[in-house]
């Protein structure tokens, strides 16, 4: 029970961090700028270059919408656990959180769910807004379901995702116990290795093996995939299965991630660097 | 006041920590020793760099020991670290543990929330707690707004929010004014006598463990050198200390060393003035008669001369042959 409280609190003291510096307004639309630059920059470069080859193809243009958007939104809240810590052992949160009866794991994840639920709706107006302002500028109509069955279904596979994201969060904490320094470095390489392996901008398959093989069974892949079915493709058969993938490839990924942690912190208490501030 | 016959909280037997570094292992802790009870205020006395942090995170499950057993409330430190994270909590003087932007009753509350406080406990906490530090109209100030001594406030209100059985305090008064530190001493005073609680003291502030602690233990490069009450330890002394004020400078002092009954000394050094005063710890009276005739022997003009009642200090010195300053310099290089 204390663990759900754990969860709970953390994710109210996630968001109160996150906005508590300004008024929430202001840091919701703070939190909005980035992926709305990086989904409008992916569509205004393909657009630039197909223009130029003669080659344009609206469905292109879905295609990397839904990419950029929703790998803007793994990226923002897969590194939060890790910060959590980072920020914790310098301000000596983490050493108070790792002390108390359930730990830091609790703590981790309800620090990763609070930026789950505002990336999601900056990834959800980051998909609306450069839908609208790139079938303005590009003067075509861009494919795009809007019903409420495609919106459950996005939403579905949002959540669905939910586990390997939480599970590459916690395993990148694993590794922030260790950090001396640059610990914001590694989620930053991640996260450029996730653009090119989970079909964020362009099919995997057009990688050579085993890079090709390596982005096909990413959980982060699949979830991509699903969402283009819901919003761009449509078809439910392919959603289910590339949800289903997502969901137990991520719950598969979240105990191998959680295991990670238990023995890091196992090592942190060994090593005495819980409470080392990182410089 | 306690009706039955105090428990045992806190057992530490020969507890050894060492820690590797490039060029060297550094031992902190080295066979350490020692029992606190319930409702007791237990010092920890030392230098910078004697072992009393190294002891507190052991104690307090962010470390592990490298050898020997640590027991808080029967539950080993190593083997059940989930056991003891239920009945203890911690504070450093040294870090103020919070979020910057937001209240330190937001703060306060979150820290109620890793315990599993209900909401209607938790917020009784909070309001006893900090009426009792004095907090009442700064709750809903952000942390970064507060001055050091009542973000201090908050982060022993937070190390009391669980209602723990043993709470560790390392340096709780660093640095903070003459008043909030004496209304920190006060309130844990108040907390061990009235809640039965044991608060583990870490500090090389010895008015605060001659104050406020009802037994202090000595340490000294990773060693309990000894443990008793505050009056006893100094009792144990015999005679009051010697405090001579000589020069020129630089003084020669190597004579003490062959005194008879001479403990140990400290030596500070007064440029303005031109002389040393020097501290030293005797065995008797006979004693102090040998120094002062020794000095000018050995070169050096007697300014002036007194007798100090017996610190905590003198203890140390009397034990090691050093004071605090000096043993510190010696750790540091």
Redesign the interface.
Known sequence: MSSVKTVLASIRIGWYRDFGWTNPVTGFLMKTIAPVASVLSASIVYWLGSSAAGSFDPSHVSYIIVGAALYSHVAAYSWVPSQAISEGKWSYVFPQVFISPKSSTPFLVGRCLASFVTSTLTSLISLAFAYYVAAAIFKSSIPFIVTPLSMILLLGALLANVPATLGLGILLAAYTIFASKFEWALPTYVAGLLMVFSEALFPVSVLPWPLSAFGNVLPFTQFIRAAREAVVYGSVSAYSYYVGYSLLGGLLFLGVSLWAYRWAERQGRKKGIIDRKVV | MLSHEPEVRVEVQNLRRE?DSKERKVVALNGVSLKVREGEIFGVLGPNGAGKTTLI?IL?????PTSGVARVMGFDVASE??KV??V???A?GA????????SAR?NL???S????LPSEVAKARIKALSQLLGLDDYLDR?FYMLSTGYRQRVTIA?AFINDPKIVFLDEPTIGLDVMTAMSIREFLIKEARENGRTIFLATHNMAEVDTICNRVAIIDRGRILTSDTPTNLKRSLGAPALVMEVSPLPVNLAFLGAVEGVKGFTTSVDEERGLARVQVVVESEECVRRILAGVPASGMRLVSSWRQQTTLEEVFVSLVGRGFVEREHEVGE
């Open positions: 820690f995170r307090s499950t962010l470390l592990l670290p989930e994270r239920a203890i909590n911690m450093s870090e103020r543990a919070g979020y910057d932007y937001i937001g509350w979150f820290f929330q890793l315990y599993g952000k937070r």
